[in-house]
């Protein structure tokens, strides 16, 4: 599908580099999904966070940041609120692997998590589990991803992401909320960006197992009856693009569908134990409730 955007449309530019490290995340496409946004909205939603990779591209004059799992949003407002802080969070558990096993300490961290789910831990979980994958048992919420093989970046390496990462979220809110309740919040004229688990490949994942893609459909046709933009990412195709995902997408809600390529899924390797990827291409679909 070619399409001719017009200055209605803007260019946005990612950061460089990842705060967290997050299966799923948007880093490398957020410029490509970010070009289909309008610039003439009000308020920026982000009601399932995560990595924050399209919120921080579009750095807006006006955002709210929002996820169900507190643990994150945590993370998130100790940046706005208190930058130095959450240096000082990612360092005192960094700090630990200095002659240490790294997958004991590892697992002594998230066994202290999994004991009190809690920001600074979470945030240590992030970066060095396996492909940032949080995974969790769905019968006691345990986290249960292993230690990854990666070695965890520096502090001084994780400090100036988090100077530039303030900065572009500098008028960002961060609240603790199920998507529904923003919904609630957005007004005519706002605009939001959904980055829920997908149907077919997050299962595993947190929130995953309670998310229904049938009950935001709802809620992004209510949003288009109040004149409030959606934009939805979403399952797309897999398999080098031989297999379309089969999706409950309503008719007449949505106006444009976009396919974006995000190249090999990191949760793929997990789930095949680290087999070739070759054939394992993977294409979003990105789904607008409004007109080019």
Same mark, same amino acid.
């Given at each position: 599908m070619q399409l001719t955007l017009d200055s209605k449309f803007a260019t946005y530019t990612p950061p460089k580099s990842q705060l967290l490290k997050w299966v799923g995340n948007k880093q490398r496409f957020a410029s490509q999904i970010a070009r289909f946004f309008p610039i003439d909205f009000n308020t920026f939603y982000e009601p399932f966070l995560g990595s924050g990779a399209v919120m921080a591209t579009v750095a807006p004059n006006m955002g709210v940041g929002s996820d169900t799992f507190l643990p994150l949003i945590e993370i998130w407002q100790k940046l706005k609120s208190d930058p130095n802080g959450l240096i000082d969070w990612y360092a005192e558990n960094r700090n630990k692997l200095d002659g240490e096993n790294k997958v004991e300490v590892y697992e002594s961290i998230k066994a202290a998590f999994n004991a009190k789910h809690n920001g600074?831990?979470?945030?240590?979980?992030?970066?060095? *589990?396996?492909?940032?994958?949080?995974?969790?048992?769905?019968?006691?919420?345990?986290?249960?991803?292993? *230690?990854?093989?990666?070695?965890?970046?520096s502090v001084q390496s994780f400090a100036q992401r988090v100077k530039n990462w303030q900065g572009r979220m500098k008028n960002v809110n961060f609240i603790h909320a199920d998507y529904k309740d923003i919904f609630e919040l957005a007004k005519e004229g706002d605009l939001i960006y959904c980055d829920p688990p997908y149907s077919h490949s997050q299962g595993i994942l947190y929130g995953a197992q309670s998310f229904r893609l049938e009950d935001l459909f709802i809620e992004i046709e209510k949003a288009k009856n109040k004149g409030i933009r959606v934009a939805l990412s979403i399952d797309g195709s897999k398999k080098?693009?031989?297999?379309? *995902?089969?999706?409950?997408?309503?008719?007449?809600?949505?106006?444009?569908?976009?396919?974006?390529?995000?190249?090999?899924?990191?949760?793929?390797?997990?789930?095949?134990?680290?087999?070739?990827?070759?054939?394992?291409?993977?294409?979003?679909?990105?789904?607008?409730?409004?007109?080019?």
């Amino acid at each position: 599908m070619q399409l001719t955007l017009d200055s209605k449309f803007a260019t946005y530019t990612p950061p460089k580099s990842q705060l967290l490290k997050w299966v799923g995340n948007k880093q490398r496409f957020a410029s490509q999904i970010a070009r289909f946004f309008p610039i003439d909205f009000n308020t920026f939603y982000e009601p399932f966070l995560g990595s924050g990779a399209v919120m921080a591209t579009v750095a807006p004059n006006m955002g709210v940041g929002s996820d169900t799992f507190l643990p994150l949003i945590e993370i998130w407002q100790k940046l706005k609120s208190d930058p130095n802080g959450l240096i000082d969070w990612y360092a005192e558990n960094r700090n630990k692997l200095d002659g240490e096993n790294k997958v004991e300490v590892y697992e002594s961290i998230k066994a202290a998590f999994n004991a009190k789910h809690n920001g600074k831990d979470f945030l240590f979980l992030t970066r060095s *589990c396996y492909g940032g994958i949080v995974r969790f048992r769905k019968s006691d919420g345990y986290m249960s991803t292993p *230690c990854g093989p990666h070695t965890p970046i520096s502090v001084q390496s994780f400090a100036q992401r988090v100077k530039n990462w303030q900065g572009r979220m500098k008028n960002v809110n961060f609240i603790h909320a199920d998507y529904k309740d923003i919904f609630e919040l957005a007004k005519e004229g706002d605009l939001i960006y959904c980055d829920p688990p997908y149907s077919h490949s997050q299962g595993i994942l947190y929130g995953a197992q309670s998310f229904r893609l049938e009950d935001l459909f709802i809620e992004i046709e209510k949003a288009k009856n109040k004149g409030i933009r959606v934009a939805l990412s979403i399952d797309g195709s897999k398999k080098s693009g031989n297999y379309l *995902c089969d999706l409950p997408i309503p008719e007449n809600v949505f106006e444009e569908e976009i396919f974006v390529s995000v190249g090999r899924s990191m949760l793929r390797r997990f789930q095949m134990e680290g087999q070739t990827l070759e054939k394992e291409l993977v294409s979003d679909r990105l789904l607008l409730n409004y007109s080019l």
